[in-house]
């Protein structure tokens, strides 16, 4: 399909104006070459500013009365609430704000492990001792100790690894918490350090001793040296899972152990208070999170400078133009998400349940065309579908072995034949299966975000020009996640291969517990993941060989037992990878000096990073960001 054709069928999808001028600017001669990816990044990331680096000099000011704006995604009220392990409670980007952690973490430029909560730590001989800062306390006063630690690591306990590693969890004393792991891994302190502490005994206590008791007496040694759960012991888990999900307390009354604590919400903003009671003090009064209610919402509210920082996915016209108009007050940073953004099949629905048509789909799809054009910083992505960003993949898989796999860049004889194995045929200017029906593949993305709509929109038009009976559907943010696990949509948009915090394959294959219920994937109520590969029809051993890649010591062989995965999924396609997104961030208040940045430049950094409030956390744990006289 020739360029301008494309673009216009996508621009009309588009809600917002400026996010179809975008698409329009990339050309309109008819050529099938597809748009460089660095064009339209570098072209916005390289506007000259007035000012050109992320910290200011000036005297320090102590912050009273001062409010930083910046993007908080959650759920509007009634449904909003304050379990942080409930959709619709504290998410991704409100955690760094109100939560404190264990250590602040960052795998770049050299993985770093800077003492938050902790005033030190130890690990040695398979040994971790945790050692916390004194008279710490929570947003209501009351001492933030061992116990709440204890607790907070047993109700956590598969997520931070230690149900599945550690021999032993002791409370030496209020400040002291020593831990004996039964095996020793290179990702072992990345999983337990970098955690937030949200769970505390006064809130959580109820089903943090209950976790604890299966920690102790429904575990067994597994054939890896480390342990797994009993039959009783996966059933008391989910039990006490379910139980603690119906916690639904009133958000603004939560215990928070960060800086902030949310004190106003509605249905676009939401609004946190200086944590009073807080081991440092916080030069910020306090801090305004908008939720973004739609794209054009979003660009009304840059256009106005509401905000004082954000890194929101902007059409490319709009980034432009927000850079050009502001250039001296406006600063740039840019920074790798080490993420990929893509289509998750379902493959328990037809008809995606097919390989061959999953197959064919990811060869109709033009993904080079539609990468850069998505939005700035957006970077082609996996054209190789290993579920690995390709900053990471290149790491572990040279190209040697991945010339072995199968290439999904865009062929449409390559998908013909798939269609045609699997009993397809044309009839006039459409595509039908084996019972001649035209079955519809639903597309769906959030509607707010610029980059999720464009995706979706060319993704369907793409498949609509060959025939397929395809359409998009943009859903809400605040309820998408829960559309997107639904089962009702062939395809959505999600992550899934993002190892954003570790850099580490592990981290991007563990993804599957929550992305693969965007799949669709049935999995099992006790034990292990074990998938049927359908090109091998054998099992694919999932959680024993993650096992094997967490204890993986080297480089080597940490590659050699990635290409498992690689494999896998390369050749069951359940995922059609599109970009890896590098996200630039915009500072709009010329007072605000943050962690050192030279602007208009891709940056590798401790603080910086592509999840925003999780770099402001940092940077207000760290005393790294204030606002200037």
């Known amino acids: 399909m020739k360029k301008n054709k494309l673009i216009k069928k996508i621009a009309l999808g588009m809600t917002l104006a400026m996010c179809a001028t975008s698409l329009f600017g990339c050309g309109q001669t008819g050529s099938n070459k597809p748009t460089d990816n660095s064009q339209i990044e570098n072209k916005i990331i390289s506007i000259k500013t007035k000012l050109t680096n992320a910290k200011i000099d000036g005297e320090k000011l102590d912050g009273t009365g001062k409010t930083l704006t910046t993007m908080v995604s959650f759920t509007p009220p009634p449904a909003t609430h304050g ?59 009351s001492p933030l100790n061992a116990d709440d630690i204890m607790n907070d690591i047993f109700v956590n306990m598969t997520v931070n690894k230690v149900a599945y590693y550690a021999e032993s969890i002791t409370k030496k004393d209020d400040t002291t918490i020593e ?3 039964a095996k020793d891994s290179t990702l072992m302190l990345d999983y337990l350090l970098k955690f937030e502490v949200k769970y505390s005994k006064k809130e959580y206590g109820k089903w943090g001793s209950q976790f604890q008791k299966v920690f102790e007496t429904m575990r067994e040694k597994d054939d890896k040296g480390g342990y797994k759960f009993t039959k009783d012991g996966d059933k008391k888990q989910s039990e006490i899972n ?34 009073p009671y807080y081991r440092i003090n916080v030069p910020i009064e306090k801090v305004r999170g908008i939720r973004p209610t739609s794209t054009e919402s979003t660009a009304v509210a ?27 007050t406006i600063r740039q940073v840019e920074a790798p998400e080490y993420s990929e953004l893509g289509f998750a099949f379902n493959v328990n629905k037809a008809p995606t349940n097919n390989l061959a048509v999953r197959k064919a789909i990811a060869y109709i799809i033009d993904k080079k065309q539609i990468a850069p054009v998505s939005e700035p910083g957006m970077r082609l992505g996996d054209e190789y579908a290993v579920g690995l960003p390709p900053t990471v993949r290149d790491k572990y898989l040279d190209k040697t072995y991945l010339n072995t796999l199968e290439n999904y860049t865009m062929d449409k004889d390559k998908a013909k034949k798939l269609l045609e194995s699997a009993g397809w045929k044309k009839q006039g200017n459409k595509w039908v299966d084996a019972n001649g029906q035209s079955p519809e ?32 559907t943009p859903k809400e943010a605040a309820a998408y996640n829960d559309y997107s696990m639904s089962g009702d949509a062939q395809m959505v948009i999600s992550g899934f291969g993002s190892p954003s ?84 961030t915009r500072i709009y208040d ?40």
Not at 108 to 135: A, C, G, I, M, R
Not at 559 to 573: L, Q, V
Request: aromatic fraction near 14%; glycine fraction near 6%; hydrophobic fraction near 40%.
């Open 83 to 141: 379990n942080p392990a409930v959709n619709g409670g504290p998410d991704w980007s409100m955690v760094p704000l109100i939560y404190d952690y264990l250590c602040d973490y960052s795998a770049q430029p050299e993985k770093t492990f800077k003492p938050s909560l902790l005033d030190s730590y130890k690990f040695e001989n398979k040994v971790l001792t945790l050692n916390l800062k004194k008279d710490l306390k929570w947003s209501d006063g």
């Open 501 to 584: 915090s570790t850099q580490h394959p592990f981290e991007a294959y563990d993804g599957i517990w929550w992305y693969g219920k965007m799949n669709n994937i049935k999995f099992p109520t006790s034990g292990g993941l074990v998938f049927k590969d359908e090109k091998t029809n054998e099992d694919f051993k999932y959680s024993e060989k993650e096992t094997e890649l967490f204890d993986a010591a080297t480089a080597a062989e940490i590659t050699e037992k990635t290409k498992a995965f690689a494999k896998f999924f390369n050749d069951n396609m359940w995922y059609i990878p599109v970009t890896e997104k590098f996200v630039i």
């Open 302 to 328: 840059i256009m106005n400078k509401d905000y004082t920082i954000e890194n929101m996915g902007l059409s490319p016209d709009l980034a432009q133009k927000v850079v050009e108009k502001n250039s001296d």
């Open 441 to 472: 593949i639903k597309i769906a993305g959030v509607g707010e975000y610029p980059a999720y709509v464009i995706m979706g929109e060319a993704a369907a038009n793409m498949l609509k020009d060959f025939g397929l009976n395809a359409t998009f």
């Open 590 to 629: 010329p007072k605000l000096s943050l962690a050192e940045a030279q602007t208009g430049k891709e940056i590798k950094d401790f603080y910086w990073g592509a999840m925003l409030n999780v770099s402001i956390g940092k940077m207000i744990r760290g005393e790294k960001i204030y606002f200037v006289k």
């Open 242 to 275: 379910n139980d603690m999900y119906k916690y639904l307390p009133d958000l603004t009354k939560i215990l928070c152990s960060g800086p902030f604590v949310p004190e106003k919400v509605t249905s676009s903003e939401i609004i946190f208070k200086k944590n």
């Open 179 to 181: 831990i004996k792991y």
